[in-house]
């Protein structure tokens, strides 16, 4: 199969769950913050989550643009389910850029085709305050071995995942940011949470405190320092695949504003509804926040058929780029989520009404705070210091 036939395929399939299974939870899966388990099991069912893995371990090898294309269809009808697979997405494409080679990473590669197993992340740690690229907690190493706890301060669905990629420092004499990325499959430790996830928004995302206690063979630790993985692969795929889920869920609150005036205009036909003028305001938002994540999804994809992909993307071009794609959608969905409630009014505030709006806005509030924008604006801004676009 070739691979816009293998994305027509997922993309029909991710529509159909989507429609049929996520929209039909969402609303239970918000009220009761509970994990998605029906919508993620319907697209391990349709084999999606295999969907980053290259052909030569048997998987479609979607690209950016298609990857994002699902995750923005999925959380339309459920922000969580399409946080949950995003998240997903973001660890098999580390696994996948950064295997350096290792016969474990690819024999995994082929087991995540073969068995669809659901991949967390834990980058987050008491001590430092939503930095990334810090960590307290290192991983020992013993007679081929290696043992590696850590105490997290949000895990996203670690308590459902089958293997959580976890971040630390590469030993215990290592600075803080010299981090290393270990696979720490379900079976090779325990998992303590420690605090809640009673949150305004993706209440489905599960993403309490845990306690990780674990040991496993030390091949499970990734070959490539984290310093590149996340240069490299988790920081473009992340805000590329992030800003697409945040425009899902924009876009559909700017459908259910459409149907709202459509109805309007059936009241008094052959007038425009004030409503109207409104929705074209917001829709020219919307297409700008959609056009940014496909230009720069493209690039990304256009860099990948490139000799000299990884100087492109530790350029300070690029960062800035990724940088200013994730603070603007993060800061764009939710004012076109309430643009739309404007437009729908009480109808679009009450919980139980058809063209109800609270879920799109406490959803898409999360942006923002998911890797602060202050953190990454001021990164930013010292980049900016020595910056020249040429
Ligand atoms: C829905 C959701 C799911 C998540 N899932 C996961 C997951 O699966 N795994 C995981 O490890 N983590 C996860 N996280 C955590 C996330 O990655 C961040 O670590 C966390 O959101 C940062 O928390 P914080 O606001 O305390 O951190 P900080 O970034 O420390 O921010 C705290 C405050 O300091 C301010 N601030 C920080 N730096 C600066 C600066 N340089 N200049 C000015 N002000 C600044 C911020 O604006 C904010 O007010 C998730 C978060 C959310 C919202």
Same mark, same amino acid.
């Given at each position: 199969?070739?691979?816009?036939?293998?994305?027509?395929?997922?993309?029909?399939?991710?529509?159909?769950?989507?429609?049929?299974?996520?929209?039909?939870?969402?609303?239970?899966?918000?009220?009761?913050?509970?994990?998605?388990?029906?919508?993620?099991?319907?697209?391990?069912?349709?084999?999606?989550?295999?969907?980053?893995?290259?052909?030569?371990?048997?998987?479609?090898?979607?690209?950016?643009k298609q990857l994002s294309?699902?995750?923005?269809?999925?959380?339309?009808?459920?922000?969580?389910?399409?946080?949950?697979?995003?998240?997903?997405?973001?660890?098999?494409?580390?696994?996948?850029?950064?295997?350096? %080679?290792?016969?474990?990473?690819?024999?995994?590669?082929?087991?995540?085709?073969?068995?669809?197993?659901?991949?967390?992340?834990?980058?987050?740690?008491?001590?430092?305050?939503? %930095?990334?690229?810090?960590?307290?907690?290192?991983?020992?190493?013993?007679?081929?071995?290696?043992?590696?706890?850590?105490?997290?301060?949000?895990?996203?669905?670690?308590?459902?995942?089958?293997?959580?990629?976890?971040?630390?420092?590469?030993?215990?004499?290592?600075?803080?940011?010299?981090?290393?990325?270990?696979?720490? $499959?379900?079976?090779?430790?325990?998992?303590?949470?420690?605090?809640?996830?009673? &949150?305004?928004?993706?209440?489905?995302?599960?993403?309490?405190?845990?306690?990780?206690?674990?040991?496993?063979?030390?091949?499970?630790?990734?070959?490539?320092?984290?310093?590149?993985?996340?240069?490299?692969?988790?920081?473009?795929?992340?805000?590329?695949?992030?800003?697409?889920?945040?425009?899902?869920?924009?876009?559909?609150?700017?459908?259910?504003?459409?149907?709202?005036?459509?109805?309007?205009?059936?009241?008094?036909?052959?007038?425009?509804?004030?409503?109207?003028?409104?929705?074209?305001?917001?829709s020219v938002q919307l297409?700008?926040?959609?056009?940014?994540?496909?230009?720069?999804?493209?690039?990304?994809? &256009?860099?990948?058929?490139?000799? %000299?992909?990884?100087?492109?993307?530790?350029?300070?071009?690029?960062?800035?780029?990724?940088?200013?794609?994730?603070?603007?959608?993060?800061?764009?969905?939710?004012?076109?989520?309430?643009?739309?409630?404007?437009?729908?009014?009480?109808?679009?505030?009450?919980? %139980?009404?058809?063209?109800?709006?609270? $879920?799109?806005? $406490?959803?898409?509030?999360?942006?923002?705070?998911?890797?602060?924008?202050? $953190?990454?604006?001021?990164?930013?801004?010292?980049?900016?210091?020595?910056?020249?676009?040429?």
């Open positions: 199969m070739s691979n816009t036939v293998y994305f027509d395929t997922l993309h029909a399939a991710v529509r159909q769950i989507a429609t049929k299974v996520a929209a039909v939870n969402a609303a239970d899966v918000d009220s009761r913050a509970r994990f998605p388990q029906e919508t993620i099991a319907a697209l391990k069912e349709a084999r999606v989550l295999s969907a980053p893995v290259p052909s030569e371990f048997g998987g479609p090898g979607l690209n950016m294309t699902l995750c923005a269809t999925l959380s339309g009808a459920c922000g969580s389910s399409g946080m949950v697979l995003a998240m997903h997405f973001i660890q098999v494409a580390c696994v996948v850029r950064h295997h350096g %080679d290792s016969a474990f990473f690819k024999r995994y590669l082929a087991e995540i085709v073969a068995t669809q197993p659901l991949l967390a992340s834990i980058t987050s740690e008491v001590g430092t305050f939503g %930095d990334t690229r810090s960590s307290v907690c290192a991983v020992q190493r013993q007679d081929g071995q290696f043992i590696l706890n850590k105490k997290a301060t949000t895990g996203s669905y670690c308590g459902h995942a089958d293997a959580i990629l976890v971040t630390c420092r590469r030993d215990e004499s290592a600075p803080k940011s010299d981090q290393s990325l270990v696979l720490v $499959r379900k079976t090779d430790g325990t998992l303590i949470q420690t605090t809640t996830w009673d &949150t305004m928004g993706m209440r489905g995302t599960c993403s309490p405190g845990f306690d990780l206690e674990s040991s496993g063979p030390e091949e499970q630790i990734m070959p490539v320092g984290f310093g590149d993985i996340a240069a490299q692969t988790m920081v473009p795929y992340s805000h590329i695949l992030w800003s697409a889920l945040w425009w899902g869920i924009a876009s559909d609150a700017v459908s259910k504003a459409s149907v709202y005036v459509r109805g309007e205009a059936r009241k008094n036909p052959g007038t425009v509804p004030p409503t109207a003028t409104r929705l074209a305001e917001v297409q700008a926040m959609k056009n940014n994540w496909q230009t720069i999804a493209g690039e990304f994809d &256009t860099f990948m058929s490139e000799p %000299d992909s990884a100087e492109q993307l530790l350029s300070l071009g690029w960062a800035l780029k990724m940088n200013n794609l994730k603070i603007a959608s993060s800061d764009t969905a939710p004012q076109i989520v309430h643009k739309a409630l404007q437009i729908v009014g009480i109808m679009g505030y009450k919980n %139980d009404s058809p063209l109800s709006l609270g $879920r799109h806005y $406490r959803d898409a509030l999360s942006g923002s705070l998911m890797i602060s924008n202050d $953190r990454i604006a001021s990164k930013s801004a010292s980049m900016l210091l020595v910056f020249k676009d040429d």
